[in-house]
């Protein structure tokens, strides 16, 4: 049998949540760039064509559901890359605590915007 | 029968001449996925001049996209994004334990459809730019 090289830690949940995110983000991800690159192109892009966009709740909640996912995903993956390399301690503690707060700054500040551009929740 | 397998400390690049094809899909991944967490932070930071004003959004989309390095710089993001999808579902085929086998295989096909998907994407992600 080949060998199994895998970066999972048996009962470890860090890299399953990150399988789990990379199933949704990989379709979110794709529709995105399609949307935005080949369906609408991007040096036409406007405040209106935005501002259409988010108020419809369906596609409202999907971009702020992809700005968790993708954050979370993009963060998580930082951390467990650096653990895998070593990081450890109170290094590992401070690096999560600075990863986490840069989480949430970008989260607020994606909603923000999103909610700019709907001029509200568009309930 | 399992055997036990020392591969060493694999995050030593020091060894890069001895990587094999599963090792360079390892190391591209982490490479494009600090790139794309990268893009994340700055993606939101531009987009966030829709605070500012209506005007202040459209205009600085428009500005970017009207320069040639920044359409550049877009083709080179959608080749890592595709490379990481690609390379992404890869993952989660082997972690189900399916195609562990032919991973070697299904890392150069990740490599080749990116660029096929990347060179197919360039006129339109160059329309319209002046150069």
Redesign the interface.
């Given at each position: 049998?080949?060998?199994?090289?895998?970066s999972?830690e048996p009962g470890g949940t860090r890299w399953l949540w990150q399988?789990l995110t990379?199933?949704f983000?990989?379709i979110v991800?794709?529709f995105h760039?399609f949307l935005l690159?080949?369906v609408n192109?991007?040096?036409e892009?406007?405040?209106?064509m935005?501002e259409a966009r988010m108020t419809q709740l369906t596609y409202f909640s999907l971009m702020i559901l992809f700005?968790v996912t993708?954050?979370f995903h993009?963060?998580n993956?930082?951390y467990n890359?650096l653990v895998?390399?070593?990081l450890s301690g109170s290094r590992k503690t401070a690096v999560k605590a600075i990863l986490g707060i840069?989480s949430l700054v970008?989260i607020v500040?994606?909603v923000?915007?999103a909610i700019?551009?709907a001029g509200g929740v568009p309930i | 029968m399992?055997q036990s397998?020392n591969?060493g400390l694999?995050?030593d690049f020091g060894r890069w001449r001895e990587f094999s094809a599963?090792m360079w899909a390892?190391i591209f991944h982490?490479f494009t996925?600090?790139v794309?967490?990268g893009y994340?932070?700055t993606h939101?930071?531009v987009?966030?001049t829709?605070?500012t004003s209506?005007?202040a959004?459209?205009t600085t989309?428009?500005a970017l996209?009207?320069l040639l390095v920044v359409r550049i710089l877009?083709v080179g993001l959608?080749a890592v994004?595709v490379f990481h999808?690609l390379n992404?579902?890869r993952?989660?085929f082997v972690?189900l334990g399916v195609g562990?086998?032919a991973q070697d295989k299904s890392f150069y096909a990740s490599l080749i459809l990116t660029g096929v998907i990347v060179v197919a994407?360039v006129p339109?992600?160059l329309?319209?730019?002046s150069i």
């Open positions: 049998m080949a060998e199994r090289y895998t999972f399988r990379a199933a983000l990989v991800l794709a760039f690159h080949f192109h991007a040096d892009v406007t405040f209106a935005s700005l993708a954050t993009g963060v993956g930082v890359a895998n390399q070593g840069a970008l500040q994606g923000r915007t700019a551009w | 399992s397998y591969r694999i995050e599963g390892w982490k996925g600090w794309l967490v994340l932070f939101i930071a987009l966030s829709a605070l209506e005007a959004y459209t989309i428009q996209e009207s877009e959608l994004a999808i992404g579902l993952l989660l972690d562990l086998e994407s339109t992600f329309a319209g730019v």
